[in-house]
């Protein structure tokens, strides 16, 4: 009986791993290239061509800016759901590709809960703040079920978000610019500027439709004389008022910068999580 309760108790680890990573990682130590495609939809939320187009942009922004960009879906998790997406990103090597750096973004849908997972350049880049304003462009679409869009966005987000780092500017509390795609404003301003134009121009020649020649100057003297008044303008007091602005949008009393936090692995993680 003794020797059974022992070799339980040795077989209980790896046991215990493989109930809580499922098929999602094989152990718990780190390997030495990816093993995973950067969008794995273990709860099938997408269709085919959705994840297939997803995944090609996800491989064309990480070779772009040198860090995995990478969701992924589950039906259901074990433990905590922010150790639960360290992990996936630790033990399928995620970390083994520029120099560790990435952002993870996952769904588990038994409690509608979310997390993001980020690491080396993707924690400065993804501050806190940012992933805040990050659920904020997210979650319509996530509380809609479109969870296509949900993750469009995240992709481009993510990109304005490496660019800004790149740019040696990144989203945050003091550099809380917009991440607004440039040439989609410039085509927006350049529209506005076309209607206005046209809408001026059409009133002016509106106007144009009743004017004739007249023979005379006769229509335009004014027979009434001209009268002519006398206006004193007397200096009363000067009264200033002065109202102290914010010096940043601080929206959740945030500092700056980025939370971190330790994983199984030992590795240095950003990260947030929440419910949908």
Not at 17 to 25: E, F, N, R
Request: hydrophobic share 35%; aromatic share 10%; charged share 20%.
């Amino acid at each position: 009986m003794m020797v059974f309760l022992i070799f339980g108790l040795i077989l209980l680890p790896s046991d215990a791993a493989s109930a809580y990573s499922g098929d999602l990682w094989d152990s718990y130590e780190m390997p030495s290239t990816r093993q995973k495609e950067r969008l794995l939809d273990a709860a099938d939320l997408l269709t085919d061509s959705e994840e297939s187009e997803l995944l090609k942009r996800l491989d064309t922004i990480s070779a772009t800016h040198s860090s995995n960009v990478v969701i992924l879906t589950v039906k259901e998790h074990a433990g905590r759901i922010q150790d639960f997406a360290d992990d996936y990103f630790d033990y399928n090597g995620f970390q083994a590709d520029y120099n560790t750096s990435g952002v993870l973004f996952m769904l588990s849908m038994e409690d509608r809960e979310w997390a993001i997972s980020t690491s080396g350049s993707g924690a400065q880049a993804f501050t806190d703040y940012g992933q805040e304003y990050l659920m904020d462009q997210m979650m319509p679409y996530l509380r809609d079920g479109d969870y296509y869009n949900a993750f469009s966005e995240y992709i481009n987000v993510a990109d304005r978000f490496f660019t800004l780092y790149e740019q040696g500017t990144p989203y945050d509390v003091n550099n809380a610019k917009a991440p607004k795609n440039p040439l989609a404003g410039a085509a927006v301003s350049i529209l506005i500027g076309l209607v206005s134009a046209f809408a001026a121009i059409a009133f002016m020649a509106k106007d144009l439709h009743t004017v004739h020649m007249n023979a005379s100057a006769a229509g335009y003297q004014s027979h009434s004389g001209i009268k002519m008044s006398v206006h004193h303008d007397t200096y009363v007091r000067t009264t200033t008022s002065r109202t102290k602005l914010p010096e940043n949008d601080n929206r959740s009393g945030h500092s700056g910068g980025s939370s971190m936090h330790t994983s199984s692995s030992g590795s240095s993680h950003g990260g947030s999580h929440g419910h949908f």
